[in-house]
């Protein structure tokens, strides 16, 4: 295993020469920290006035301490397996009362094996409730601690959710609020997201007795902007600014689809009187952040800065310290290359782009600018009809890198407010994880995540002890198919 490390990426003079017209160019990616406060501004026609915090009141990546992984238990057996699951992840402060004297207390809820369409795997997705051992280093995967079970694998979503099990997006998060009591909140997707599909629920938290409330529209957004990844927002933020929305939701989907960006939304699923609200409400939200979707434009604009169509943000949580730092953290696995494409895996190298030359109703090819490719690299490298083709379809770019990005609640608030648009937040700061992960898939996944720099799906679902400041990251195809838990104290 080898150690963190973080490097000074200066993103803002290259972004700041696109908007003004300037010359670009396609320098090599580097792959950490971009830790300027300064905000990013994507190529528009005029640059936005951000306001941003103190950089002292912000949580910054030399603040994040890596302490090293642990391993999830049970078998392969699906569904009651975690192996093909870890769709998402939350935090329990009141899970397994016995852990504390270990420095490690509380658990956390997993997602198992995911549904498979057909009816191969309807019952799939399950939740389970594990421990959390005192994480350790190790460059052997079995080596690692082990969790254990404290809530075995429960079907609570049997019955919801049937017509959405072909690739499923999934989001959790664990909330005792004395208008409820202690309830799991959930959001569910699929890949190619059907329309009108209500998309979040809660249920009780003692998995035996799920008693599944919802399911429930975030306002009349678009569903790939909003069911994926969520976590808690703190309550004094979001008494201040949100009318005491307690939850964030959102999803980034790749190709653009549901922003150029990780979307967030704020939202408050119980009534007044803490009841459920009926299946099918709209409910009210908060657009906290929300980039231009594909669908409207042909150009990469009002993006996220450094976009590319296949970036994954799979999970995330709200960072805040003892002393009152914070961050809203999003992570996942970042194309990072000079160009990126929709297509498959070059068979003569990373560097090669590799499109779908039947697809033609959009720019299947650009440059790390966002610009097309030359003509050239529009010509195929494969036929999938004809199994010729190396990997499987879908957005690949020349490198990703597996990364935490840092945004400022102030802008946030901003947005809330009215006083900025959705898209002019920008990260403050960037943090590759790459060196302390496993990246060891099962050799018969690769046809599906790549390998190398072009390995996709690296990380997934986050979650975060606020009282503790430990964060939990899940690794994606670590120990053979099954996740392995990541762990970072995060400093003051």
């Known amino acids: 295993m080898r150690h963190s490390r973080m490097v000074v990426l200066?993103?803002?003079?290259a972004f700041i020469a696109a908007a003004c017209g300037g010359a670009s160019s396609e320098p090599e990616p580097t792959h950490v920290v971009a830790a300027?406060?300064?905000?990013?501004?994507?190529?528009?026609?005029?640059?936005?006035i951000v306001v941003t915090s103190d950089p002292a009141a912000l949580v910054q990546p030399d603040g994040l301490t890596y302490l090293g992984a642990f391993r999830l238990p049970g078998g392969d057996d699906r569904p009651e397996t975690f192996a093909y699951g870890g769709n998402a992840m939350t935090f329990n402060p009141e899970g397994d009362p016995g852990g504390a004297g270990d420095g490690f207390p509380g658990s956390l809820f997993i997602?198992?094996?995911?549904?498979?369409?057909?009816?191969?795997?309807?019952?799939?997705?399950?939740?389970?409730?594990?421990?959390?051992?005192?994480?350790?280093?190790s460059g052997d995967v079995a080596a690692l601690p082990q969790a254990v079970l404290v809530q075995p694998f429960e079907n609570v979503l049997a019955g919801f959710f049937t017509e959405m099990e072909e690739i499923p997006k999934v989001g959790l998060h664990y909330l005792d609020h004395p208008a409820t009591g202690p309830k799991l909140h959930l959001c569910w997707g699929?890949?190619?997201?059907?329309?009108?599909?209500?998309?979040?629920?809660?249920?009780?938290?003692?998995?035996?007795?799920?008693?599944?409330?919802?399911?429930?529209?975030?306002?009349?957004?678009?569903?790939?902007?909003?069911?994926?990844?969520?976590?808690?927002?703190?309550?004094?933020?979001a008494d201040t600014y949100v009318q005491g929305r307690y939850l964030a939701t959102g999803r980034m989907r790749d190709g653009g689809?549901?922003?150029?960006?990780?979307?967030?939304?704020?939202?408050?699923?119980?009534?007044?009187?803490?009841?459920a609200p009926p299946a099918g409400t709209q409910l009210a939200e908060t657009p906290l952040l929300l980039y231009e979707n594909a669908y409207n434009t042909e150009e990469i604009e009002r993006a996220m800065a450094g976009y590319q169509?296949?970036?994954?943000?799979?999970?995330?949580?709200?960072?805040?310290?003892?002393?009152?730092?914070?961050?809203?953290?999003?992570?996942?696995?970042?194309?990072?290359?000079?160009?990126?494409?929709?297509g498959y895996i070059h068979p003569d190298g990373p560097e090669y782009p590799c499109v779908d030359t039947h697809v033609t109703d959009f720019v299947t090819c650009r440059t790390a600018a966002g610009a097309p490719c030359p003509p050239e690299d529009f010509a195929g490298?494969?036929?999938?009809?004809?199994?010729?083709?190396?990997?499987?379809?879908?957005?690949?770019?020349?490198?990703?890198?597996?990364?935490?990005?840092?945004?400022?609640?102030?802008?946030?608030?901003?947005?809330?407010a009215g006083q900025l648009e959705s898209w002019e937040p920008q990260p403050y700061a960037v943090m590759d994880v790459d060196e302390v992960l496993y990246l060891e898939p099962p050799e018969w996944d690769v046809i599906m995540l790549g390998w190398g720099v072009q390995r996709r799906n690296r990380i997934g679902a986050a979650a975060y002890d606020s009282g503790n400041g430990i964060l939990y990251v899940l690794e994606l195809y670590a120990d053979e198919a099954r996740p392995v838990v990541h762990v970072w104290s995060v400093e003051d």
């Open 10 to 13: 200066t993103l803002v003079v």
């Open 36 to 48: 300027t406060p300064a905000p990013v501004v994507t190529p528009t026609a005029y640059l936005p």
């Open 111 to 137: 997602t198992g094996h995911d549904r498979i369409p057909y009816g191969e795997l309807p019952d799939g997705d399950q939740i389970a409730e594990v421990s959390i051992p005192a994480p350790a280093r």
């Open 190 to 237: 699929q890949h190619l997201q059907p329309e009108g599909r209500a998309s979040h629920v809660w249920l009780n938290a003692d998995l035996t007795n799920p008693d599944v409330q919802g399911p429930w529209f975030i306002g009349n957004q678009n569903l790939y902007s909003t069911n994926g990844y969520m976590f808690g927002i703190p309550v004094a933020w």
């Open 257 to 275: 689809q549901g922003g150029m960006g990780p979307a967030l939304f704020a939202y408050r699923p119980w009534q007044d009187n803490g009841s």
């Open 309 to 342: 169509h296949p970036d994954e943000w799979e999970g995330g949580a709200w960072l805040t310290t003892a002393s009152g730092k914070s961050a809203v953290l999003f992570v996942g696995a970042k194309g990072t290359g000079t160009k990126y494409w929709y």
């Open 381 to 416: 490298c494969c036929d999938e009809e004809a199994g010729d083709c190396v990997s499987m379809r879908g957005w690949w770019s020349t490198r990703f890198d597996a990364q935490f990005i840092f945004y400022d609640p102030e802008q946030l608030a901003q947005v809330a």
